[in-house]
């Protein structure tokens, strides 16, 4: 039933990028005789399909010129979209101006962002940047009290409806689809101002050397990809949005078989997937389990990585993310085809390999084809929002030459070798992390304690109580991704026959820490860089 504020919708302006829908509402633009005014290819395929159309052109008294970027832009469009009937002057100056008004504008964008994700160069995606398009859409959600405006084709059935029943739309009705429009546009442009920020930075003439690293204002936009079953836990809504810029990075990864994913395979799946990219040129495989490793390891083959990633803790690898950072092989695919697993992601499979995972129906399988990018790290506090860049494996301490031994005798190159592979490892495990590693895999992991003792004491009890019997810790080396605060930390590991140590340093006990190592004859190396998980 029509309400007082409803708007029958007599006369349309439609001009749409994308076509889909449109017979929907040519059908009712034809059964209740509705006045289209629209624009070059909008016309013509409503005239294709029998909508008798007013081009804009007869409208304005002006062509449409610059091959197209001029069309809508003139008063003779924007009054009609922009007078307030609800005011009386507004209704006066347009019968004055000869000026007839939208009941409903219809509109849909340039495709910018598909543009851009097509490796468009950038001339050809600037031309995709739509002006009198957002202009129409911001006029007619600013106008509300008037007109309704329709940017989903998603709505084009409803809006097909209500101009059959000469309803309309009443203000309610117009104020949510004026929301939407708003958060389109707005939506828009923050891809635009994304893509451009990135390829258009300040130039030397410009700066002052007073420059902030961070701009007053932070603007980003995703697309909803489509809802979870629920979040961190069943009580919890959550959903997938999706970068308008990006094609290839894990978000939009394939599925090649599998259940839905969910939210925690996807936190799960995204951290182990970061972790094995933490040794370029080496073949790497993590398991993961609530964002920690619980194996990590590289290995001449993806097979042998994956052994030796599994055995550190094979328990705990029940119901675990695995991720490979190179193709996974029918060998590796036999492997973990016993185990349980929620996830596993490599940026390729062997077809055999493939083949046989597909047999674990409920597996997860994800395609990834390009590595992890990195991209601001965002984190949601109560009223704002924290931004730092990622924590990768590239501050001038991760540089192995530039280490400094502290304590004992220099590491011999396989115990070097496994210091540098602890060290890099020890980035994916949640602070305070304690990490034993032995011949390019960890075998003890102390992860997310509140304390580095506590964590030390959790690495030694990990290493030599998950493998029948074996004292994983003799002979091992170890990482802490901060420093030692006391020397405690570092004597239990060095009681478990750890025999060389990597850590930050930087605690005003370095030297109490250095002179214990010392003592124990631990090999001690300091990086002067740190890195905490939280």
């Not at 203000?171 to 635009?192: G, N, P, Q, S, V």
């Not at 965002?378 to 540089?399: F, T, V």
């Not at 992991?445 to 109580?465: E, P, Y």
Request: charged content about 20%.
């Amino acid at each position: 039933m029509m309400t007082q504020s409803s708007r029958p919708l007599n006369r349309v302006l439609v001009s749409v990028f994308h076509k889909d829908g449109l017979d929907t509402l040519a059908q009712a633009f034809r059964k209740a005789g509705t006045e289209v005014v629209s624009t070059g290819s909008t016309a013509a395929r409503l005239e294709e399909l029998g909508v008798q159309v007013i081009p804009v052109s007869q409208v304005t008294g002006f062509p449409e010129s610059f091959e197209g970027r001029v069309k809508t832009l003139d008063p003779h469009i924007h009054a009609g979209i922009l007078a307030d009937l609800t005011n009386p002057e507004h209704a006066r100056q347009l019968k004055e101006l000869g000026i007839k008004p939208f009941d409903a504008v219809i509109v849909n964008l340039y495709p910018f962002a598909d543009t851009v994700r097509s490796g468009a160069g950038e001339a050809e995606s600037i031309e995709k940047i739509d002006i009198g398009g957002p202009s129409m859409v911001r006029g007619a959600a600013k106008n509300h009290a008037s007109v309704a405006v329709i940017t989903d084709p998603a709505d084009y059935r409803l809006v097909a409806e209500r101009i059959e029943n000469r309803q309309g739309f009443n203000l309610e009705e117009r104020r949510y689809l004026a929301a939407k429009a708003f958060a389109h546009t707005a939506t828009y442009d923050a891809t635009i101002a994304e893509w451009s920020a990135s390829r258009w930075t300040k130039p030397e003439s410009l700066t002052t050397g007073e420059e902030e690293a961070y701009q007053p204002t932070f603007t980003k936009s995703w697309d909803l990809s489509h809802t979870l079953r629920y979040g961190e836990n069943p009580h919890q809504s959550a959903a997938l949005y999706l970068d308008p810029l990006g094609k290839d990075d894990f978000a939009h990864a394939q599925q090649l078989g599998g259940k839905p994913m969910s939210y925690n395979n996807f936190v799960d799946a995204d951290s182990a997937w970061r972790s094995v990219w933490d040794f370029p040129g080496q073949t790497a495989v993590a398991v993961v389990k609530h964002s920690n490793p619980c194996g990590l390891a590289i290995g001449d083959t993806v097979a042998e990585a994956h052994r030796k990633a599994h055995a550190c803790d094979p328990m705990s690898a029940y119901g675990g993310v695995i991720a490979a950072n190179a193709t996974v092989s029918l060998e590796m695919a036999q492997q973990v085809k016993p185990i349980f697993t929620e996830v596993i992601v490599a940026p390729s499979y062997e077809p055999e390999a493939l083949e046989l995972l597909r047999t674990k129906k409920n597996l997860r399988i994800l395609h990834v084809s390009s590595r992890p990018h990195p991209q601001p790290q965002l984190r949601a506090i109560d009223g704002g929002l924290l931004i730092q860049d990622e924590d990768q494996i590239n501050a001038s301490g991760d540089d192995p030459s530039t280490w400094t031994l502290v304590a004992g005798a220099a590491a011999d190159k396989e115990t070097f070798q496994d210091l540098v592979f602890a060290w890099r490892a020890v980035r994916s495990v949640k602070s305070n992390a304690i990490l034993i590693a032995h011949e390019g895999a960890t075998v003890g992991i102390g992860m997310g304690q509140v304390n580095r003792v506590d964590s030390s004491h959790l690495a030694v009890t990990r290493a030599n109580t998950l493998a029948d019997g074996q004292n994983r810790t003799q002979g091992a080396v170890a990482a802490s991704d901060a420093f030692f605060p006391f020397p405690d930390g570092m004597q239990i590991l060095a009681e478990a026959g750890v025999k060389a140590i990597v850590h930050p340093g930087g605690s005003i006990r370095d030297e109490e820490v250095f002179e214990a190592a010392k003592k124990a004859g631990i090999t001690m190396y300091v990086t002067g860089t740190r890195h905490f998980f939280h």
